[in-house]
């Protein structure tokens, strides 16, 4: 077996590795510590010759790991000898108890307690299943950083005194939209990078919808699980014609539909139904949203209207000066580009996203629509400035410069 193969089972197993070792050692760190030498071990191991069940040779290499670690500490000399004792942790994970755990390690990896780039790394490390290296590159941090950042992350958990348990049922739904925000911000990433050369960085995104499709599995009743997969299915549906054979951004109205994903488009209308059965919250109006482009065969056969009153629904339920951009784009096509700069304008006046490249790129859009060229050109390089996707810099720039001089 091969490093590809080890990789894989890690990538499937790891969760519920560390879920186990964590229930069974009560310490997150450890457990997460002990997992990672077990992989260790198995890149040296099993090209030699394969286990019959990897996942198990893991768990039980992982378990001896954690125990050797506890009775290194004199002081937890009790806690190794029930462990040693305990003959359930070398059985198969159990299937009836094995999602409360993976559950619980989700809501753990997502706690409050630590900042959102703490939470996005460790999330990634202990229920994704990537390597520092991997996490590194999806967000272009170095690697130490990463590394920083999910060690910070488990002292931080350890010292709150974490429970690894599920929350009770009072504080699960409140908890778990930090852990749907954590996700979110994954897969934004992925669907349009904040920075570097790629606009698209499908890996990452993929690694999102995985987890995202998890956390269903685990969480049937709660529609913004689903509402969160359909608005990730549905927006990664239309990543193959979202760039060109170079890598340059397609915008759009541009954009080949025919290349848009049928299967993804498919399954994106599955979870948005079932979301719909209970209401639409945050992620399920922004899924409607893509839905309705989805559907549509033409920008210009958008119903934009319906797009315009879901985003006022989205600015009630999670108001955001994003939401507020998206609706005057929206605006501007049901309505045209006047009554869209107004809300524009509002935003500016409010200083409400202060540094971002997102406000003059659709100030000189709509300045362009209008004819005030100048105003658009100068607002356009605005935003290539501010713009760290270099991607999305020269799109911009490409923009300014064919408005040309007055």
């Known amino acids: 077996m091969g490093t590809a193969d080890i990789e894989a089972v890690w990538r499937i197993e790891s969760a519920r590795i560390v879920a186990a070792l964590t229930r069974f050692t009560g310490d997150f760190g450890l457990a997460e510590d002990a997992a990672q030498e077990a992989v260790a071990e198995a890149l040296v191991a099993w090209p030699r010759g394969s286990p019959a069940n ?29 462990l040693a004792a305990d003959p359930v942790i070398d059985q198969e994970i159990d299937p009836d108890r094995i999602d409360d755990d993976v559950l619980a390690l989700m ?6 307690v630590l900042p959102r780039e703490a939470r996005v790394a460790l999330t990634l490390r202990v229920v994704g299943g990537l390597s520092s290296e991997e996490i590194a590159r999806a967000f272009l941090v170095p690697v130490p950083t990463v ?66 499709r998890t956390l269903a599995a685990l969480q049937p009743d709660e529609p913004e699980v689903h509402g969160l997969l359909a608005l990730c299915e549905l927006t990664a549906a ?14 759009l109205a541009d954009q080949d539909r025919r290349l848009w994903d049928l299967s993804a488009i498919r399954r994106g209308l599955a979870a948005l ?11 399920g109006l922004q899924a409607a949203i893509a839905a309705t482009h989805a559907s549509a065969p033409s920008v210009e056969q958008t119903n934009w209207a319906r797009i315009v009153r879901l985003y006022e629904a989205l600015g009630r339920v999670a108001p955001s000066p994003v939401v507020e951009l998206n609706r005057a784009v929206a605006v501007a096509m049901a309505s045209g580009p006047a009554p869209a700069l107004a809300v524009v304008d509002e935003l500016i006046a409010s ?15 709509l300045l362009t629509r209008l ?14 400035r501010l713009c760290a996707n270099q991607r999305e810099r020269s799109v911009l720039l490409g923009k300014a410069a064919a408005l040309g001089g007055d």
């Open 54 to 82: 990897p996942a198990g040779w893991l768990m039980a290499t992982a378990r001896r790991r954690a125990i050797d670690a506890i009775r290194r500490r004199a002081a937890l000399q009790d806690r190794y000898a029930l």
């Open 147 to 212: 590394q920083a950042r999910v060690t910070r992350a488990k002292k931080a958990i350890a010292a709150a005194g974490v429970p690894f348990e599920l929350p009770p049922p009072g504080a699960r739904r409140e908890r778990l939209g930090g852990v749907l925000s954590v996700l979110y911000v994954i897969f934004t990433e992925g669907s349009t990078a904040t920075s570097g050369e790629r606009l698209l960085r499908p890996d990452v995104a993929e690694e999102a919808i995985r987890l995202v």
């Open 371 to 384: 004819g005030r060229r100048s105003e658009a050109r100068a607002e356009l390089a605005l935003a290539a």
């Open 273 to 283: 139904a079932t979301a719909s059965e209970r209401g639409l919250g945050q992620y």
């Open 107 to 112: 809501f753990v990896s997502c706690h409050p």
């Open 238 to 251: 239309r990543f193959p014609a979202r760039t060109d054979p170079q890598g340059a951004p397609v915008l």
């Open 351 to 365: 200083n409400r996203l202060p540094g971002s490249h997102l406000v003059p790129t659709v100030r000189g859009e």
